[in-house]
C-alpha cells in the first residue's frame, strides 16, 4: 500500500509541477508581451524603404520590444499625414513633403536617412508616357500626371525646366500614386512621374504602349525616417529601438540579398527580375548627413516660395532644427 502511494504521489507531483512550470511559462510570456512598447509604423508603398520591409517580415521591430503594427500608404507624403496626425509614431517620407510641412508650421523630424550605402546616389523617378513623348521636351501641352508635395512634384518641376517648360506649358494633374497606372493605361494621361513598383507595372499593363523616359543625374532623392518633435521629447527610446530594428534589416539584407529582394518583391507586388535589376540602385544603408540634408531642405525650400507653393506668410525655417542627431545606433 506504502509503494501504491508513493507511486501515486510522484505521478500528482510530476502533474503538479507540470502545470506549476506551464503558468510559470504563460505568465513569462505575458509578461514579455507586455513590456513590449506598441506601436504605429508607416511605410510608404516604394521598393526604396525596403528596411521596413525586411524588418516587418524578419520580425525585427518585436526583436528590439516593440509591439508593432506597419500601415502601408500609397506615398510618403501620406505617411506624413498620418504621422502628423498621431496615427503613426514614425515612418517614412521623402524630404519635399517634410519641406512643405515645415513651411507650415508642422514639428516634422527627420532622424535618419536609408540610402547611406555608398555608391551612386539614389535616383527613383522617370517619366512614364506614351509613345508621343519620347524625350523630356515632348511633354509640351501633353497630360502629365504627379502627386503635389512630394519630391515626384519637385522632379517635375526641374524636368521642365531643364526643356525651358513651366508647369503652364503641361496639363499637369495631381493624383494619388495608386491612381497613375490606370490612368496611363487606359490614356486618360499622356505620362506621370513616379517611382518603383509604379512605373514597370504601368509598362507592363500598357503591352507596349507606354515606356519610361528617364534623366540621369537630375535629381537625387533622401529617403527618410521622420516622427514629430513631440515623440522625440517623450519617446526617444522608441525611436532608437525603431532605429536599431532598421540597421539590424540592413544587416540582414547585406547577408542575405536575394531572399531580401524575394521578400520586398513580394510584399509590393514588384516582378522578381525587375526587383533584382532595379536593387544595386537603392544604395540601402541607414545614416544621416545632416548638413547635405539640410542644404537639399532649404534648396526645395527657396524653389516652394519662389513658385508661391505655400502661404503668403510662410517663414523660411531653421531646418537645423528638422534633421535631429544623436538616435542612430552606434556603428560596430
Known amino acids: 500500500m506504502s509503494s501504491l502511494l ?72 501620406l505617411v506624413l499625414d498620418a504621422v502628423v496626425g498621431g496615427r503613426v509614431a514614425f515612418g517614412t517620407a521623402a524630404e519635399t513633403p517634410v519641406v512643405f510641412s515645415t513651411l507650415n508650421g508642422l514639428p516634422v523630424r527627420i532622424i535618419a536617412t536609408l540610402q547611406n550605402g555608398g555608391g551612386k546616389p ?28 512630394t519630391n515626384g512634384h519637385y522632379y517635375l518641376a526641374k524636368l521642365l525646366d531643364t526643356v525651358g517648360l513651366k508647369f503652364s506649358d503641361i496639363q499637369a494633374t495631381s493624383l494619388t500614386p495608386s491612381d497613375f497606372i490606370s490612368a496611363a493605361v487606359t490614356g486618360t494621361l499622356d505620362g506621370f512621374i513616379w517611382t518603383e513598383p509604379f512605373a514597370s507595372q504601368a509598362i507592363a499593363l500598357s503591352k507596349g504602349t507606354l515606356h519610361a523616359v528617364e534623366s540621369p543625374g537630375l535629381y537625387q532623392s533622401i529617403s527618410a525616417v521622420i516622427t514629430l518633435q513631440s515623440t522625440i521629447d517623450e519617446k526617444p527610446d522608441l525611436l532608437r529601438k525603431g532605429l536599431r530594428a532598421l540597421a539590424a534589416a540592413d544587416a540582414e539584407i547585406l ?8 521578400t520586398v518583391s513580394t510584399r509590393l507586388n514588384f516582378d522578381l527580375a ?20 539640410v542644404r537639399e531642405l532649404e534648396s526645395q525650400a527657396k524653389w516652394a516660395i519662389e513658385n508661391k507653393l505655400v502661404r503668403s506668410d510662410a517663414r523660411f525655417p531653421d531646418f537645423n532644427q528638422v534633421v535631429v542627431e544623436g538616435f542612430l545606433p552606434a556603428r560596430r
Open 255 to 262: 547577408a542575405n540579398p536575394e531572399k531580401s529582394i524575394q
Open 122 to 149: 539614389h535616383e527613383p523617378f522617370a517619366l512614364v508616357a506614351n509613345q508621343s513623348i519620347q524625350s523630356a521636351k515632348d511633354i509640351k501641352g501633353k497630360r502629365i500626371g504627379y502627386s503635389q508635395g
Open 274 to 293: 525587375l526587383a533584382r535589376d532595379y536593387w544595386p540602385k537603392l544604395n540601402l544603408g541607414l545614416g544621416l548627413d545632416k548638413a547635405a540634408i
Open 6 to 77: 508513493s507511486v501515486f504521489s510522484r505521478q500528482s507531483f510530476r502533474r503538479g509541477f507540470g502545470v506549476v512550470a506551464g503558468f510559470v511559462l504563460a505568465s513569462l510570456l505575458t509578461v514579455s508581451v507586455a513590456l513590449a512598447e506598441p506601436v504605429v509604423i508607416g511605410a510608404g508603398l516604394s521598393v526604396g524603404w525596403a528596411q521596413f520591409f525586411i524588418a516587418d517580415a524578419e520580425k525585427l521591430w518585436e526583436k528590439q520590444g516593440l509591439e508593432a503594427s506597419s500601415v502601408i500608404f500609397p506615398s510618403g507624403r
